[in-house]
């Protein structure tokens, strides 16, 4: 297989990966509040970012048990959070629908959200800062110094060992990579090398 093929196929599986975190993030909006009135763009926007959130959680959560990130524990780890979160959104729904009975109240209906001018230009504005930085992305692998020194040596240590039993946190000669930085960005791009079965130092930045 040539390389626009391997890059297809890498392609892909970020895609998987963002997929699934906006499917966690949609699934979770119903604990939250009704689809209904909110604004399709904002829905998909705050459901990815939510679902990375909680699937990066979960990842972190799994290495603090001293379980390493495969693809399986991951999988089941989601696939566990998915039932529950469901389970959960059902439970709410029926305590919701029995106190609209017990009460004869409307809900009132949210207002349709208007798309002008000014939301035209942001969205220009989002979209052009999104096609530089993809294109960036690309081009060039990850060469910035907090990239390489901080979030890409703490994603590869979480990639290959587990909080408990790693030696990284308490090695003073790598204080220089701010050892008690928050986790969510490395746990992310482990995730994205997971799916890709190697660390690449292109497609990691997609999920971003």
Known sequence: MGGGGHAMIDSIRIGCLMAAFAAMGMQLWGLIA???GRPWLEYI?????????VISGVSFLLSLAGVGLTIGTVTAA???TALLTECAIRFILIRRRASMDTTDTA????????FGLIDGCLL???LAATIYVV???????LYAWDTWAIWSLKAKVLLHETVPTT???HDASLGYSHLNYPLL???VQALAWLSLGRTDQLLVGLPF
């Open 34 to 36: 009704p689809r209904g």
């Open 185 to 187: 960005v490395p746990f």
């Open 124 to 126: 220009a504005v989002i």
């Open 167 to 169: 030696a990284y946190f």
């Open 135 to 141: 294109a960036q992305m690309f081009l060039l692998p």
């Open 45 to 53: 926007a705050t459901s990815y970012l939510l679902g990375l959130g």
């Open 78 to 80: 989601l696939l566990v």
């Open 107 to 114: 809900v009132p209906e949210r207002d349709e959200v208007e």
